[in-house]
């Protein structure tokens, strides 16, 4: 019985977050944007932290460094975004909106509103506060399994290398699902 309980668990979580990834293409299809939905939160990123860098949007999104750094030289083909190179590092680069950025923001946060009101439809404000607090819960604990297996790994690669446990950062995780659950309930996407 809890094989099937948490197999259901498991294909509702994976059917949500393909149908919520439907719905949001088909209004950025709707509504004619350029801009697709994988740029999209990398975009919303930018938007919401002037002057960040891929680095950071990489480790905060949990995304590839490569489908980072594609998503910004799209991004700032279109002119959405521009790219400013550090005076004192140069391999630094800080990321911000253009106003032609500014607008397709506006653009997007309309149609993550609608997403939001669709998924909150035909329910109370205590039933949606009960989900936040439930889907919280359930990040943190994966969350927490998550960076113990990370620093089970840990262990056995400097075991295995014969290296001193104190040259190697513990700090894999710090900030898995990026775009969390915190997040979009404050609607910082």
């Not at 253009?98 to 035909?122: F, N």
């Not at 009960?130 to 620093?151: G, I």
């Amino acid at each position: 019985m809890a094989q099937e309980i948490n197999q259901f668990l498991c294909r509702v979580a994976k059917m949500l977050g393909r149908n919520v990834c439907v719905l949001i293409d088909n209004h950025i299809n709707r509504e004619g944007l350029a801009i697709s939905r994988g740029q999209m939160f990398v975009f919303l990123y930018i938007a919401n932290h002037p002057g960040t860098t891929q680095k950071e949007i990489t480790k905060r999104l949990c995304e590839e460094k490569p489908a980072v750094a594609k998503a910004v030289k799209k991004l700032n083909t279109m002119e959405y975004i521009h790219v400013e190179r550090q005076t004192d590092d140069k391999r630094l680069s800080r990321l911000y909106l253009t106003a032609a950025g500014e607008k397709e923001r506006s653009a997007l946060k309309k149609i993550l509103k609608k997403v939001s009101d669709v998924m909150k439809a035909d329910l109370d404000d205590a039933e949606v506060s009960a989900f936040f607090n439930l889907l919280l819960q359930v990040n943190e604990n994966v969350r927490k399994a998550l960076d113990r297996n990370t620093r089970r790994q840990q262990l056995e690669q400097i075991e295995n290398q014969g290296l001193d446990e104190r040259e190697h950062s513990t700090d894999f995780i710090s900030a898995y699902l990026a775009n969390d659950i915190r997040h979009a309930r404050h609607g910082d996407f």
